[in-house]
């Protein structure tokens, strides 16, 4: 894969990506460190791609971004990816300051929406349960109930209430650039792409990063989700634009590789549900398949992440037959019960490269 960026921007500085596409950073406390914002050149002024985490910090480097990345030009759109709080955070806080209108697709807006409106202090009972069937210990359940649950609009500001939504094959111009909106499912629920055939730029968001993959997770909303499924069939469909189109992620640096990126991260997830079906002769609950998936020590939020990205690779494993689930004393366990021949779900799973 290509990197023809070079050294990323610090945090809010500029990197030209074409006379009308500028890159910067923004700083996230999490091991990712920071996500890439992208400004599209609007008119007079400028449309946002994602706005970073709502903390004061991440505000102040806003406010100097504007007055000299942005020459103090006007902010014309707020445009979100998905709701992840790195992404969806300031979109709110911009739109307060600036009026300009937000641009998000139907799912996300409304799963934003409504974890920013259902605060509640104490972790809900339902939550607790789907915990424990995917076998955390009393320990876990313990921290988690400490860590407490009203923890999205720390760092969302207040969502505006009113949206413009992005649909899967709308053309959305900003400046001379007509953006085809390219959905994706698995990581969230209805993440938007921006596609530019013309130029061959695909804004990528978390659908498609270059050194990390994305979670894909299975969470106590929607406890028998299949999104490792949702998110194999979006790679295949990224995987029907140009080879030689630009990707700019938000997470590490713009590359060119769409496919071989997109296959590569496919048979990541291929190679973890064949050690699964070979892992559980016995049946083995979430928890107890992390030895097979993960090779880190996962503590705090890692270890609850884990849990939904081993439920994920489970509960794809029982949707094509392999496995079934039982469950006794409140934990789901998983059971392989036939064969997994990963060239009957990707393609180029057999010899790495047949495509
Ligand atoms: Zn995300």
């Known amino acids: 894969m290509d990197y023809p960026f070079g050294e990323p921007p ?13 890159w910067t950073r923004m700083p996230l406390p999490f091991s ?44 014309t759109k707020i445009i979100v990816t998905h709701y992840h709080p790195d992404h969806f955070g300031l979109a709110g806080w911009l739109h307060q300051d ?3 209108p937000l641009y998000m697709s139907h799912g996300e807006y409304f799963a934003g929406r409504m974890l920013s409106l259902g605060a509640q202090k104490d972790v809900p009972e339902t939550v607790l349960s789907f915990y424990r069937a995917a076998g955390f210990p009393d320990i876990a359940i313990e921290a988690m109930k400490e860590h407490g649950y009203a923890n999205f609009s720390k760092v969302v500001s207040p969502v505006p209430e009113s949206f413009h939504r992005l649909r899967e094959g709308d053309s959305l111009a900003v400046g001379a650039r007509h953006w085809q909106i390219v959905m994706g499912n698995g990581h969230s629920p209805e993440h938007a792409c921006l596609y530019d055939a013309e130029a061959k730029i ?9 050194r990390i993959t994305s ?17 194999l069939d979006s790679l295949a469909k990224l995987m029907t634009l140009p080879e030689d189109c630009l990707v700019l992620p938000a997470h590490n640096e713009p590359f060119y590789g769409l496919r071989q990126r997109a296959d590569q ?4 997830h291929l190679r973890s549900l064949q050690r699964l079906s070979s892992s559980c002769e016995e049946p083995k609950s979430a928890v107890e398949s992390f030895p097979f998936l993960f090779k880190r020590k996962l503590e705090g939020f890692d270890f609850i992440l884990a849990a939904g990205e081993a439920l994920a690779h489970h509960h794809f494993l029982v949707n094509v037959g392999v496995a079934e689930r039982t469950t006794s004393g409140g934990v789901n366990r998983f059971r392989t ?6 060239a009957t779900v990707w393609p180029t ?6 495509r």
């Open 10 to 22: 610090e945090s809010g500085g500029v990197v030209e990506i074409a006379p009308d596409i500028i």
């Open 32 to 75: 990712l460190k920071h996500i890439n914002l992208y400004m599209l050149r609007d008119g007079e002024g400028w449309a946002v791609l994602d706005t970073g985490l709502s903390t004061s910090m991440v505000r102040d480097i806003w406010t100097e971004f504007r007055a000299n990345g942005l020459s103090g030009l006007p902010i």
């Open 98 to 100: 600036t009026g300009a």
């Open 202 to 210: 695909l804004i990528s968001g978390d659908q498609l990063l270059p």
């Open 215 to 231: 979670n894909i997770s299975v969470y106590p909303t929607e406890p028998e989700a299949n999104p490792l499924q949702d998110w």
């Open 265 to 268: 991260i496919a048979r990541g």
């Open 337 to 342: 019960i036939a064969p997994f021949d990963p």
């Open 349 to 354: 799973s057999d010899d790495g490269n047949k």
